[in-house]
């Protein structure tokens, strides 16, 4: 599904963004600066973030109908049509995830990737309920307000625009990272990449909640329905279905335990790694 040259070297690949769009979005509204700490590992306001963001330029060409442009994303937020999509499983793949992470989340959490519905105000419940801190990056802007207009105003969220390839925070800052259904949009260098980030970001100890597409079990109509219809709309997701998700884990070392289990006769899955 990939051409021999690594996307994330051929710059042909990436459109940018100007050094204006690479901010943290303040979730109580507006934006704020640079991402500073301060004693008490609170976020503080300072100006823009610095550096460029490079928007993929797979997601322009191929999710530019479902994520990137305005009215796309006006479209898509509805829960029941990403209910619809997901064939009436998206709150119980929702509430699994949840619950792989924790009833109550104190310390760090961090989101990679916004999502489509209330799975994010659920998260964040749970964050509150410890009394922790929630981090959601995306590499769209137009996400990251999406996600700033549907969480109450009261909610204390950062969401950062960043690519999950290349994330800007330090070695073992988060507990805990939930992506939830990314990797199969992702081409696999930036899969392998999104996946080595989210091991260096989450400390020793702590965990990771992968949801995702699977290839179905050999009695599920769905094993043969799929195929044309991901490689139309999804042509990276049936990845997914030639490999177990720790087959784009470099390096493999420092994973603790792996706990995978399936819904929906296979056709969805959900991975626990502890690190």
């Not at 307000?145 to 073992?172: C, Q, T, Y």
């Not at 965990?207 to 769905?222: L, T």
């Not at 279905?241 to 087959?247: G, I, T």
Request: hydrophobic share 45%; proline share 7%.
């Amino acid at each position: 599904m990939q051409s021999a040259a690594s996307p994330l070297k051929n710059n042909s690949l990436h459109r940018s963004v100007s050094a204006d769009a690479v901010r943290l979005i303040s979730l109580e509204g507006g934006p704020i600066s640079r991402f500073t700490q301060t004693a008490d590992d609170k976020p503080t306001v300072a100006g823009y973030l610095s550096g460029d963001a490079e928007i993929p330029a797979y997601l322009e060409k191929i999710y530019w109908w479902t994520y990137v442009r305005p009215w796309a994303i006006r479209f898509f937020e509805r829960q029941w049509l990403v209910n619809a999509i997901l064939f009436g499983n998206y709150v119980k793949l929702r509430d699994g995830a949840l619950d792989a992470l924790g009833a109550t989340l104190p310390g760090k959490t961090l989101q990679i990737a916004c999502v489509y519905g209330d799975m994010t105000n659920r998260l964040y419940d749970r964050v509150r309920a410890g009394d922790g801190r929630l981090d959601v990056v995306d590499v769209l802007p137009g996400q990251i307000e999406n996600l700033r207009r549907k969480l109450p105003p009261s909610a204390h969220v950062n969401g950062m625009v960043m690519d999950s390839a290349a994330l800007k925070a330090p070695d073992g800052r988060y507990d805990r990272a939930i992506l939830f259904f990314l990797l199969h949009e992702q081409p696999e260098e930036w899969r392998r990449k999104t996946l080595a980030e989210a091991f260096r970001v989450v400390r020793p100890g702590g965990r990771i909640v992968i949801v995702d597409y699977a290839r179905p079990k050999w009695w599920s109509p769905f094993r043969y329905l799929m195929p044309p219809a991901l490689a139309l709309l999804e042509p990276f997701a049936l990845d997914l279905w030639r490999s177990d998700v720790q087959a784009f884990l470099r390096p493999p070392a420092g994973l603790r335990s792996l706990a995978r289990k399936t819904v929906f006769g296979g056709l969805y899955q959900c991975v626990v790694i502890e690190r």
